[in-house]
Nanobody
Framework: QVHLVESGGGLVQAGGSLKLSCAASGRTFSSVAMGWFRQAPGKEREFVSV????????YYADSVKGRFTISRDNAKNTVYLQMNSLKPEDTAVYYC?????????????????WGQGTQVTVSS
């Protein structure tokens, strides 16, 4: 059975940093794109970042560009999201997801597997 498990969330002050991890088990995801999404209270889930299978291609939402960095370690079947200069508007539950293919897509319907989410709260 496939599992994606996020960790690393928590409470941080504005301007601080957090690093999220997403460990996959049950199958290898080294040949597909991996993404991060987030959902704030009362809002729809939104795309944050995606990384290609070889890590040579990455895309970011405009709201996080320059502050967040996505990376992956295929040997560990793990994807990361380094979040710097955090803002209160970054507060959300963050989800990692495995895409259906190698395509680096920002559309949630292109992802087959999802983690349970980890809460990130940024205080002002």
């Amino acid at each position: 059975q496939v599992h994606l498990v996020e960790s690393g969330g928590g409470l941080v002050q504005a301007g601080g940093s957090l690093k999220l991890s997403c460990a996959a088990s049950g199958r290898t995801f080294s040949s597909v794109a991996m993404g991060w999404f987030r959902q704030a209270p009362g809002k729809e889930r939104e795309f944050v970042s995606v990384i290609g299978w070889s890590a040579s291609i990455t895309y970011y939402a405009d709201s996080v560009k320059g502050r967040f960095t996505i990376s992956r370690d295929n040997a560990k079947n793990t994807v990361y999201l380094q979040m710097n200069s955090l803002k209160p508007e970054d507060t959300a539950v963050y989800y990692c997801a495995a895409a259906r293919s190698a395509m680096t897509t920002r559309w949630a319907q292109d992802y087959d597997y999802w983690g349970q989410g980890t809460q990130v709260t940024v205080s002002s």
